[in-house]
């Protein structure tokens, strides 16, 4: 049986293990420590008291790790969290308080304010497609309705042919398509209570003889599975930068119309490869159907109203996608509309080999509303060696200077440079190197219920051999990565680190 086998958490700072921001916090608490020791020599010893405590907190700051990461990258986090609260930034309040009402506008807080919609029809002329392009970023964001089938009941072969096949489609995600423009992709998998019941239904639509008791028992299980039924949607959303398409936009005209030709032309091909996977597709969201993702994710109460819509009504309108009011509560909870949510951050993956099922119990042992979000960003082939040879190079420093300064190598350093060694290999190779994120949004009616649902979460993670860790102070940005089909929460690449 095929098993993976995750690289560690990089520990490598830039001199034997530590950043730069530890390193100037541990030096600034030496500096304190040799005041304090010339002030006591003077006979200030309130003055030499402070700065030996000072000095103690910066050295105890700059050597720490707090919940998987180091304590000085908490700092930013902190103060803008701070910095937030202060300018009363910490809460939204959207739907009938926006300030622009237009049709077109798609209104959500945060770092995914900014979208808006562009007209878009599918091959067919009939079907519209919803295209969101951000302003700002300069960017387009599409979701495919995604189904697959049943994997842990597959033969082995089987399940090995599909994951090849999926590799073939990050593959081909990462090189034909990060050349045409794609720069992020996401795959995002949530589970809602099936308020339709649509086992039920199926049921009555498609029975020939109501009178059986073949009929009869099955209405009753059906009826009695209605309060605890849920429903799996996945969706893969693309995000392609209309810098590297603005010539082929020109040639079509430059218009809202001219990016649509341009981007569903991509999107066409993206669905064809996914099908070819072996993954039954839905088409891509219409503006109503992807305002109703949206707008049920933000209200969690509004789920059935919308599920029960049909026809030329289905969905929500596409401006009131987003929600009506959203605030930070605290440090590690999001408040919007009729939920609550908590959003955490898959730090450290399984360090031991793992089958290709071992995520499975993340979608079937646990239940309630959550989202699990993979975020993913291909990284360029030049830069993706450029970073690999740069951490081979860093990593055979280290070695030299731990060798001079007769210091112990650990087992986890060696397992960090054998994952340097098999990224190599698998480059040569020709797989695409990926910039990734894991997060697991968990949405509930109130806080008791979401606290509940975030233990059986972490336990299932933990069982899992994954390392989870609450978004403190980022929760708000959590949400729209997590719980949203809109592919955010990556870091923009900075000059050859990858």
């Known amino acids: 049986m095929t098993h993976f086998q995750f690289p560690p958490r990089s520990t490598r700072g830039s001199v034997l293990g530590f950043s730069w921001g530890q390193i100037g916090t541990a030096v600034a608490g030496v500096i304190c420590l040799v005041i304090a020791a010339n002030l006591l020599t003077v006979g200030r010893q309130d003055a030499a008291g402070g700065m030996l405590l000072l000095s103690l907190l910066l050295i105890t700051v700059g050597l720490l790790r707090l919940r998987g990461r180091r304590v000085t990258e908490w700092t930013p986090i902190v103060v803008g969290a701070l910095v937030q609260r202060a300018a009363r930034q910490d809460r939204y309040r959207g739907g009938a308080f926006a300030a622009s009402p237009g049709a077109e506008h798609l209104h959500l807080p945060g770092p995914a304010a900014g979208y808006r919609w562009v007209p878009a029809l599918a091959a067919d002329g009939l079907t519209e497609v919803g295209l969101l392009h951000h302003r700002r970023e300069g960017t387009v964001t599409a979701a495919l309705i995604c189904a697959g089938s049943n994997l842990v009941l597959a033969d082995t072969s089987v399940q090995q042919q599909r994951l090849a096949s999926w590799a073939d489609v990050l593959n081909l995600l990462g090189t034909e ?26 049921l009555v639509q498609r029975a020939v003889d109501t009178s059986s008791p073949a009929y009869e028992s099955l209405a009753e299980l059906t009826a009695a599975a209605a309060p605890s039924t849920q429903r799996h949607e996945v969706y893969l959303a693309v995000v392609f930068d209309l810098k590297r398409l603005s010539a082929e936009i020109a040639d079509a005209g430059g218009t809202d119309a001219a990016i649509a030709t341009v981007i569903l032309d991509k999107l066409a091909g993206i669905d064809a490869s996914v099908r070819e996977s072996g993954v039954d597709t839905g088409g891509w969201l219409t503006p109503r159907g992807y305002a109703a993702v949206l707008r049920t994710q933000f209200d969690p109460q509004d789920q059935p109203h919308v599920d029960m819509r049909a026809g ?71 830069l993706a060696q450029l970073a690999t040879r740069r951490d081979k ?106």
């Open 312 to 382: 030329t009504q289905a969905g929500v309108a596409p401006h009131m996608g987003g929600p009506v009011a959203a605030e930070n509560i605290g440090w590690s909870s999001y408040r919007h509309d009729s939920g609550v949510s908590q959003t955490l951050w898959v730090y450290e993956m399984p360090r031991q080999p793992v089958a290709m099922t071992w995520i499975t119990a993340l979608y079937t042992r646990t239940v309630g509303r959550r989202a699990v979000t993979v975020v993913a960003e291909p990284v360029p082939a030049q």
């Open 393 to 498: 190079v860093a990593r055979a420093g280290d070695e030299v200077t731990k060798r001079k300064m007769r210091l112990v190598r650990t087992a986890r350093e060696d397992e960090e440079a054998r994952s340097v060694e098999q990224v190599d290999r698998e480059q040569a190779a020709g797989h695409v190197r990926y910039r990734y994120s894991i997060l697991v949004t968990v949405t509930a009616d109130s806080e008791e219920q979401l606290r509940h649902d975030v233990r059986a979460i972490k336990r299932v993670l933990g069982r899992t051999g994954c390392q989870a860790v609450v978004l403190y102070g980022e929760q708000d940005q959590g949400f729209v990565a997590g719980a949203l089909p809109l592919a955010r929460g990556l870091k923009s690449i900075r000059g050859w680190a990858a």
């Open 177 to 202: 398509y990060a050349d045409s423009g794609l720069v992020r992709w996401s795959l995002t998998a949530r589970a809602v209570p099936d308020t339709g019941n649509r086992a039920q239904r199926y």
